[in-house]
Structure formats: structure tokens, C-alpha cells
């Protein structure tokens, strides 16, 4: 089985930085995309952005140009470099990766445990 750990998430103020975490661990043969989404009070979890084992990375248009994606395959980890946050950013992220077992003969999603993120105005 794979296993997510994130850290990161906290209370900041508008326009402030904040630096998520996603690291894998457990029986991985091989891991895909990586990427982290969002999910705001009464509001449907949608994504943030994603970075494929090429390193292509795609974001939602809410955040680009103020959040970078990342990830450190030695250590099976993706980042989400948060800046210039908004109210609006509020939410709990959530890591994804796409990952195969090892035994296994598929790619299966994989969700962490989630984060807050809050940024007070």
C-alpha cells in the first residue's frame, strides 16, 4: 500500500506565502502525476494543479502565476509553493498521486489526509 503524509498548511494573512508537502511512502514500485486539490467549505474538491513524471505541470486558472507545483522523485515527494494568497485560497488540500504498488499491476489514486489552508484579509 502507499501511504501520503502532508504538512505545511497553517493561517496566514493575504498576500502572504505558504509551502505544502506530499510525501509518499510504503510499497511503491512507481509513481505518475502528483498534484494537489482543494476543497472550500460547501464547495466541490477541484483541482490546483498537477505535475506528470515528465514534469509537465498544469494549473487551475484561479492560481497561476502564484502557485508553483514541484517534486523530488528521490524522495517521492511533490511541494505547492502557495504565494500572494487570497480569501479566496481558503480551503483543505488535499495531496493526489498516482502510483503502482509494488505487486501490483495497476496505477491506483492515492488521496492524503488533508490540510488547512487559511488566509485571513
Known amino acids: 500500500q502507499v501511504q501520503l503524509v502532508e504538512s505545511g498548511g497553517g493561517l496566514v494573512q493575504a498576500g502572504g506565502s505558504l509551502r505544502l508537502s506530499c510525501a509518499a511512502s510504503?510499497?511503491?514500485?512507481?509513481?505518475?502525476?502528483m498534484g494537489w486539490y482543494r476543497q472550500a467549505p460547501g464547495k466541490q474538491r477541484e483541482l490546483v494543479a498537477t505535475?506528470?513524471?515528465?514534469?509537465?505541470?498544469n494549473y487551475a486558472d484561479s492560481v497561476k502565476g502564484r502557485f508553483t507545483i514541484s517534486r523530488d522523485n528521490a524522495k517521492n515527494t511533490v511541494y505547492l509553493q502557495m504565494n500572494s494568497l487570497k480569501p479566496e485560497d481558503t480551503a483543505v488540500y488535499y495531496c493526489?498521486?498516482?502510483?503502482?504498488?509494488?505487486?501490483?499491476?495497476?496505477?491506483?489514486?492515492?488521496w492524503g489526509q488533508g490540510t488547512q489552508v487559511t488566509v485571513s484579509s
Open positions: 493526489n498521486v498516482e502510483a503502482r504498488a509494488l505487486g501490483g499491476g495497476y496505477y491506483t489514486y492515492y
Open positions: 505535475i506528470t513524471g515528465g514534469g509537465r505541470r
Open positions: 510504503g510499497s511503491i514500485f512507481s509513481i505518475n502525476t
